[in-house]
Structure formats: structure tokens, C-alpha cells
């Protein structure tokens, strides 16, 4: 049944992509061709031509032979073996070499292009359905993709290989973008697809539906901050609608599309990071905090351990490394912490462990309820979920 099932996506995925449809249309016009123009010659062959009754004819002229001499000289071989000897027949064969020539390398050449045009996919054929894997699209550029992949599987932050990065992206890879694809290091854990995300074929091909996170990237760049920030709405829109569970991150230019997100029915984005807000916020938390933004930076970037000798030979250049190899690691607290203050747990994972404690993630579960116009009839209520984050 899985192979049934696998056979029939690559056949709609074909129909898709023009190019099933364009190899019928060929063998459909070569065939009515042929067998069109083998009746017809056949026809005039064994009656003859009407103006001259005793003129030559091939009344012995069967089907099959008259079908054999159009594919003959269709293909251009010509054995001679059986030829017109009416006007009418060989008046019949020119129009249909003309045909051919017109029509023939017309339809091959639409078939070329198609195939030239193929979605390329970098990194494995097979659809990752039973591990852990997340999706990057939208503006899929190679620094950020080359971040991505130094984040996930640094040997610092001790990743697990079966965690894969699935790229979906409209344009073909460029050339560093294929380097990086092909390297020893991500091969087989990194796969690069063409493809849309309005396309339903192509977002079976990165195995939406088991993904655990969407990943919508933004042109920082865009001559339209407006144009960009609302195709990956829409993008995100078509991941969710395609049925996900997965936890949608997005990125936006402009602050005031941040409401339009959330304004999308029957979608959960989970988070929204708007370019312009970070920005603005970092640059006036700096004003308060000097050194704010280079903290924050280190904190979300892994560092390797290696000190270079110039580093080594300037004080504040080995404080700043030191800095530098401090990250951030989402672990959920032991029941020991609880009943205590942020203070309080900060000490103890500190004197026990040297780890300082940042922030705390919770999950608060509310209930709302509502009551009815009359007082005989009461609505149940309903809990809702929230998260907060609490920082020290």
C-alpha cells in the first residue's frame, strides 16, 4: 500500500509539472497522425485518382501496409519498399512531411524544456517520515541557510544527526549554496528541493505533516518590504493549512504586518521575529545597557573552544572569547526547584553546577468562562493556553 501510495505521488507531481501532459499531447497528435494519414492514403491508393480512371492504384493495398509507410516517412528513413503511385497519395505524403516538420520538433522542444526546468533536489530522494526534521523556505539565501546549518549540527551544542534540515525553495541552488549541500558534513542530513509552498505536491516532498518546525525566512534586502512580508504569511498560511502541526516561525519586515499574522483564520503562528522591532528594541536596550547587543549575539551563536595565539596575547580579547562560548540551552527544571524564587533557583544551578539561570519558560492554563443572558442556563468553561517568559 505505501509503495501504491508513493507511485501515485510521483505520478500527480508529474502531471504538475506540465510534463506528463506534454509527452500525451506528443504521442497523442503522433498517433492521430499517423493513423489519420494511413487512412487516407490507403483510400486513394486503391480507388485512384477520379480525374484519370485509368491511371495507376494499388487496389492490394492493405491498413497495415499504409500505416507502415507513414512511419517511414515520419521518420525520415524512406526504404522505398512501398511508395504513392497516385497524386492524390503522394500529394498526401507531402502534407504530412510538411506537418511533421512543423509540429514534431515544436512538441520536443516544449518537452526539453520541461526536462531542462526539472525541480532540482539536492540531498536524498527519500521522504524523511519517521525522524525529527525541520523546514526552512521563503527567501533562501546562503548565509542564513550556512548559519543554520553551523547552529544545528556544531559539535558543541551536541545535536543528534537525526535531526535533518529539508530546504524549500523556488529558485535553483546556486553555486555555493550546492558546495554546501554536497560537503561531507551535511550530506544526507541536509536536502535542498525546488518547489513552492502553494504547491501541495511539493510540500509532500519535504514531509510537511511530520515536520517539527517551519522555518519562513525574509529577504532582508527586498525592494518591497511590503510585497516580502506578505508572501511569507501566505507561505506560513500554506504550511498550516496543509495540515502541520508544526510550530511556525516567521520573519517580517515591517512591524505593522505583525497584526495581518495573527489575523489569519484557523492559524497558530507560534513566533513572530519582526526585523525592524528587534532592531529598534536591541539599539535602545543598548542605550541602557552598553554591550547589550554583542551579549545577545554570543548568547544565541555558538563558538568553537579554540583560542587562536593573537587572542591569547590580548586580555580583553580572551574576556570577550571567554564570553563568546557561553550559550543558551533549553532544559526543563527538576521538581527540586519548585517552591522556590528565581533568585533562589538561580543560586542553586549556579553553586551546583556553574549554569546561570536566564529565564524560565511556563505554560499557564486559564479558564474562561461565559454565562448565558438567562440565569437557568450556564456555559461550561474552557481552558486556555498561554506561555510566558520570565526573565531575571
Given amino acids: 500500500e505505501i509503495h501504491h501510495q508513493q507511485w501515485i505521488r510521483k505520478i500527480s507531481k508529474a502531471i504538475a509539472e506540465g510534463l506528463f501532459n506534454q509527452v500525451f499531447v506528443l504521442v497523442l497528435q503522433i498517433l492521430i497522425l499517423i493513423f489519420t494519414t494511413a487512412g487516407l492514403v490507403q483510400m486513394l491508393e486503391t480507388s485512384g485518382d477520379f480525374w484519370d480512371s485509368g491511371g495507376p492504384s494499388r487496389p492490394d493495398l492493405n491498413f497495415f501496409q499504409s500505416v507502415y509507410m507513414t512511419v517511414v516517412t515520419i521518420s525520415t528513413v524512406g526504404y522505398g519498399d512501398i511508395a504513392p503511385v497516385t497524386y492524390l497519395g503522394r500529394t498526401t505524403i507531402m502534407l504530412l512531411i510538411f506537418i511533421a516538420i512543423l509540429i514534431l520538433p515544436m512538441q520536443f522542444g516544449r518537452i526539453l524544456d520541461l526536462v531542462r526546468s526539472k525541480p532540482v533536489s539536492i540531498g536524498g530522494g527519500l521522504l524523511w517520515r519517521s525522524v525529527h526534521h525541520v523546514i526552512a523556505t521563503g527567501s533562501v539565501q546562503y548565509v542564513p541557510i550556512y548559519d543554520i546549518c553551523k547552529e544545528m549540527y556544531n559539535p558543541e551544542a551536541r545535536l543528534q544527526r537525526e535531526n535533518k534540515l529539508a530546504i524549500l525553495a523556488s529558485d535553483n541552488p546556486s553555486f555555493s549554496m550546492k558546495e554546501l549541500l554536497l560537503s561531507p558534513i551535511y550530506r544526507g542530513v541536509v536536502r535542498y528541493h525546488q518547489g ?13 505533516t511530520t515536520a517539527t518546525a517551519i522555518f519562513v525566512l525574509a529577504n532582508k534586502l527586498a525592494e518591497n518590504p511590503q510585497h516580502e512580508d506578505e508572501r511569507n504569511i501566505l507561505r506560513l498560511w500554506a504550511f498550516k493549512n496543509h495540515g502541520t502541526r508544526a510550530r511556525g516561525y516567521v520573519q517580517l519586515l515591517r512591524g505593522e504586518n505583525v497584526h495581518r499574522a495573527l489575523m489569519i483564520p484557523h492559524t497558530s503562528i507560534d513566533n513572530i521575529m519582526c526585523i525592524e522591532k528587534l532592531k529598534l528594541n536591541i539599539m535602545g536596550q543598548g542605550c541602557l545597557w552598553p554591550g ?12 568553537s573552544d579554540s583560542i587562536e595565539s593573537s587572542v591569547t596575547r590580548n586580555k580583553w580579547l580572551s574576556e570577550y572569547h571567554y564570553g563568546s562560548l557561553f550559550s543558551i540551552y533549553r532544559k526543563r527544571l527538576a521538581s527540586l526547584y519548585v517552591g522556590h524564587t528565581f533568585t533562589e533557583a ?10 546561570m539561570l536566564f529565564a524560565i519558560e511556563m505554560d499557564v492554563v486559564t479558564s474562561s468562562s461565559s454565562s448565558s443572558s438567562t440565569s437557568s442556563s450556564q456555559q461550561p468553561s474552557f481552558p486556555n493556553r498561554r506561555r510566558d517568559i520570565y526573565l531575571n
Fill in 346 to 355: 538561580a543560586n542553586m544551578l549556579y553553586s551546583c553546577w556553574e549554569v
Fill in 196 to 208: 513552492s509552498p502553494m504547491v501541495r505536491p511539493d510540500l509532500d516532498s519535504v514531509a510537511t
Fill in 292 to 303: 547589550l547587543s554583542t551579549f545577545l549575539f554570543n548568547l544565541v551563536r555558538q563558538s
